[in-house]
């Protein structure tokens, strides 16, 4: 149902797009979330949206990089990633909020995507 892509290899400092799109109306009353994870480590927060795009939170180790936008009328998040580091190195997950503002836990969503692979080279 939810459907992520724009993943791919880049070299530190470049962008990349990604983009989720739900194939769940219902969608549109929920806030979208990214949240990433790498090898051996444990899945991370990386942004979220409001049901509306009203409201947008990051985490730490993406802010001022990284842009969490949607398109309400195609069902789809979207992730701009700027300025790209090895560390930003994982497989990105989009999610839908089980609420209309999203939440910075895993445990808030509902729905998963099947991740997309993200590596950024030194």
């Known amino acids: 149902q939810l459907q992520a892509s724009g993943g791919g290899l880049v070299q530190a400092g470049g962008s990349l797009r990604l983009s989720c799109t739900s194939s769940r109306r219902t969608s549109s009353n929920n806030a979208m979330g990214w949240f990433r994870q790498a090898p051996g480590k444990e899945r991370e927060f990386v942004a979220t949206?409001?049901?509306?795009?009203?409201?947008?939170y990051y985490g730490d180790s993406v802010k001022g990089r990284f842009t969490i936008s949607r398109d309400i009328a195609k069902n789809t998040v979207y992730l701009q990633m700027n300025s790209l580091k090895p560390e930003d190195t994982a497989i990105y997950y989009c999610?839908?909020?089980?609420?209309?503002?999203?939440?910075?836990?895993?445990?808030?969503?509902?729905?998963w995507g099947q991740g997309t692979q993200v590596t950024v080279s030194s």
């Open positions: 999610a839908t909020s089980i609420s209309s503002y999203g939440s910075t836990s895993s445990t808030g969503y509902r729905y």
């Open positions: 949206i409001s049901w509306n795009g009203g409201n947008t």
